[in-house]
């Protein structure tokens, strides 16, 4: 079916915790929040909080969750009688689970337990209030954090240096694109981006800059196509509205909402794109420019956390961490005027998918991590 991952031989899934979170009452997450000393350790180890009604909710929220995570993986472990050092447990973001697991080794203490990190969880100043809830504690409980990129853990290490051992880049992946995508040849330079809509990602911005360049070039036409939902609803619909409203009529915009992988891949190979934008505040390694680059797409991105890593000399363009619209138009402009590079940018896209993000090479390095930290005593 659309949207949904498919399943490998050989995994099972047990959506049993889903199912646990979702029956949970809200009295019992309240009764377990006030009861524990986590909550009131960060409360006393972070007085900045204490005024800070955004912080003290995530902290609450952290709380709750991870000790209901605990609370199903004991049952998880009585229920199916399994051995804890036969276990490792793997979290996807370094968030609220990872510690709720990590708790749980109090009664379970063979048992593994590892964790990715990409943004949200791992960057503190991505928030008003830069805190992020029990980081010491949740480290403590984890054998290792793997960061999707390499300035991911230079800041894990420079912020906490007494964990310093236990942080170590693991880069992610996407399957290759099934062919190149072409480059535009009837005169309409064409731009994509996919990102859910959200403040962080600024898509507002790649508007801004394309109306910006549409302005200066009125002879020359722009068409951008835009992947992804709005976080909150009619989010999406208000900036086709505002494209409709606002470009000139040597540019157009589309925004057809969320793509899955195969039709986004169908989207790069059978349309061409000349380049693909990334303008977001704060970022990990963004698996849409993966996806991009895997089909040979040539990038614009903001020069943040792993964009930094994903987009060089060889494929892309880096804008400033804080870009105006004429910066992000002069981007685009250098790709109109420079069309022998901006072929040699397209062959270096897929390049360096094979040599960094490649899913098969980069996942069979991880999954031979894992296999070494079970064995670990």
């Given at each position: 079916?659309?949207?949904?991952?498919?399943?490998?031989?050989g995994?099972?899934?047990?959506?049993?915790?889903?199912?646990?979170?979702?029956?949970?009452?809200?009295?019992?997450?309240?009764?377990?929040?006030?009861?524990?000393?986590?909550?009131?350790?960060?409360?006393?180890?972070?007085?900045?909080?204490?005024t800070k009604?955004?912080?003290?909710?995530?902290?609450?929220?952290?709380?709750?969750s991870?000790?209901?995570?605990?609370?199903?993986?004991e049952?998880?472990?009585?229920?199916?009688?399994?051995?804890?050092?036969?276990?490792?447990?793997?979290?996807?973001?370094?968030?609220?689970?990872?510690?709720?697991?990590?708790?749980?080794?109090?009664?379970?203490?063979?048992?593994?337990?590892?964790?990715?990190?990409?943004?949200?969880?791992?960057?503190?100043?991505?928030?008003?209030?830069?805190?992020?809830p029990?980081?010491?504690?949740?480290?403590?409980?984890?054998?290792?954090?793997?960061?999707?990129?390499?300035?991911?853990?230079?800041?894990?290490?420079?912020?906490?240096?007494?964990?310093?051992?236990?942080?170590?880049?693991a880069?992610?992946?996407?399957?290759?694109?099934?062919?190149?995508?072409?480059?535009?040849?009837?005169g309409?330079?064409?731009?994509?981006?996919?990102?859910?809509?959200?403040?962080?990602?600024?898509?507002?911005?790649?508007?801004?800059?394309?109306?910006?360049?549409?302005?200066?070039?009125?002879?020359?036409?722009?068409?951008?196509?835009?992947?992804?939902?709005?976080?909150?609803?009619?989010?999406r619909?208000?900036?086709q509205?505002?494209?409709?409203?606002?470009?000139?009529?040597?540019?157009?915009a589309?925004?057809p909402?969320?793509?899955?992988q195969?039709?986004?891949?169908?989207?790069?190979?059978?349309?061409?794109?000349?380049?693909?934008?990334?303008?977001?505040?704060?970022?990990?390694?963004?698996?849409?420019?993966?996806?991009?680059?895997?089909c040979?797409?040539p990038?614009?991105?903001?020069?943040?956390?792993?964009?930094?890593?994903?987009?060089?000399?060889?494929?892309g363009?880096?804008?400033?961490?804080?870009?105006?619209?004429?910066?992000?138009?002069?981007?685009?402009?250098?790709?109109?005027?420079?069309?022998?590079?901006?072929?040699?940018?397209?062959?270096?896209?897929?390049?360096?998918?094979?040599?960094?993000?490649?899913?098969?090479?980069?996942?069979?390095?991880?999954?031979?991590?894992?296999?070494?930290?079970?064995?670990?005593?």
């Open positions: 079916m659309d949207g949904l991952l498919r399943i490998p031989p995994i099972d899934v047990d959506k049993s915790y889903s199912t646990f979170l979702r029956s949970t009452n809200k009295i019992g997450a309240v009764l377990k929040i006030s009861s524990s000393t986590f909550f009131y350790q960060d409360l006393l180890s972070n007085p900045r909080i204490w009604s955004s912080a003290l909710r995530r902290l609450a929220g952290y709380v709750a991870a000790h209901l995570t605990q609370e199903w993986v049952s998880w472990f009585k229920e199916r009688s399994v051995v804890d050092d036969d276990v490792v447990f793997y979290t996807y973001w370094f968030d609220s689970a990872t510690l709720g697991v990590g708790l749980a080794r109090r009664k379970f203490p063979r048992l593994k337990l590892v964790s990715r990190a990409h943004g949200y969880d791992l960057y503190e100043d991505r928030y008003p209030v830069p805190y992020l029990c980081r010491s504690q949740a480290f403590k409980v984890t054998d290792a954090v793997f960061p999707d990129s390499y300035a991911g853990e230079a800041y894990l290490k420079k912020r906490y240096p007494n964990f310093q051992d236990k942080f170590e880049t880069l992610l992946g996407v399957e290759e694109g099934r062919e190149e995508s072409p480059a535009s040849h009837d309409i330079f064409r731009i994509a981006s996919c990102a859910v809509i959200r403040p962080v990602k600024r898509i507002d911005l790649i508007l801004d800059g394309l109306k910006y360049a549409a302005e200066i070039r009125p002879a020359q036409r722009f068409e951008w196509h835009h992947f992804g939902n709005g976080e909150l609803p009619g989010v619909e208000s900036m509205k505002r494209a409709d409203e606002t470009l000139p009529l040597n540019a157009r589309y925004f909402g969320y793509s899955s195969p039709k986004l891949y169908d989207f790069y190979c059978e349309n061409p794109v000349d380049v693909f934008v990334n303008t977001s505040e704060s970022e990990g390694t963004p698996v849409s420019i993966m996806e991009a680059i895997s040979g797409i990038v614009i991105a903001t020069a943040v956390g792993g964009n930094r890593e994903i987009v060089t000399s060889q494929n363009l880096l804008l400033g961490e804080d870009p105006k619209p004429e910066d992000v138009a002069q981007a685009l402009f250098w790709y109109i005027d420079h069309p022998v590079e901006a072929q040699a940018k397209r062959t270096g896209s897929r390049l360096l998918w094979q040599e960094r993000y490649n899913a098969r090479r980069n996942f069979e390095v991880f999954a031979d991590r894992l296999i070494t930290i079970r064995s670990m005593e």
